[in-house]
């Protein structure tokens, strides 16, 4: 069996965005039955040096459009990143799981080899398709996807593994 790049990633992306998705509908809730500041859970940080709740939802949509965008030979979307409530970070994850939706599957697929570079000056980083996925994008995307979880699950909400993991495809 063949390794599939658009497997391990496109689906991957879907299923832990879309979790993410579902754990802001319980932070919603949890602030409006404990009548909280909003604010209060999407500037939290773990610590002060690192970024705080709403930037960490920003950045795992970041990686993830990223990622298909670069694998598919395609321009990575620009977004502004001034979502202030859950709704507008769940608007953000929609529109992140409309453009993974619309690269195509064999596009993926060639990016394997396809030479991939990342950021600018002393930042430049330079990959091959297989590795930037493997090493780089999806441990940047669930590294913060992860840090959002737990952002919330320290400050109450009532989530678990099978909250972060979601609905896996068949």
């Given at each position: 069996m063949s390794f599939s790049l658009y497997t391990a990633s496109i689906p991957v992306?879907?299923?832990?965005?879309?979790?993410?998705?579902?754990?802001?509908d319980k932070a919603?809730?949890?602030?409006?039955?404990?009548?909280?500041?909003?604010?209060?859970?999407?500037?939290y940080r773990l610590f002060p040096d690192m970024l705080p709740f709403t930037r960490q939802i920003q950045i795992a949509t970041d990686f993830a459009?990223?990622?298909?965008?670069r694998?598919?030979?395609q321009d990575v979307p620009s977004y502004e990143d001034g979502e202030k409530s859950f709704g507008e970070l769940k608007l953000r994850?929609?529109?992140?799981?409309?453009?993974?939706d619309s690269l195509p599957q064999g596009a993926i697929e060639d990016g394997a080899e396809r030479a991939i570079t990342t950021g600018?000056?002393?930042?430049?980083?330079?990959?091959?398709?297989?590795?930037?996925?493997?090493?780089?994008?999806?441990?940047h995307f669930f590294?913060?996807?992860?840090?959002?979880?737990?952002?919330?699950?320290?400050?109450?909400?009532?989530?678990g593994k099978k909250d972060f993991i979601g609905a896996m495809p068949e």
């Open positions: 992306f879907r299923q832990i965005l879309t979790s993410l998705a579902d754990i802001l919603e809730q949890h602030v409006e039955a404990k009548k909280i500041d909003p604010n209060a859970l999407l500037q459009k990223g990622a298909g965008a694998l598919a030979g994850i929609r529109k992140t799981l409309v453009f993974l600018s000056g002393e930042k430049t980083r330079h990959f091959i398709g297989r590795n930037y996925l493997l090493h780089y994008a999806l441990p590294f913060h996807a992860t840090t959002a979880y737990d952002i919330l699950r320290h400050n109450g909400i009532e989530i």
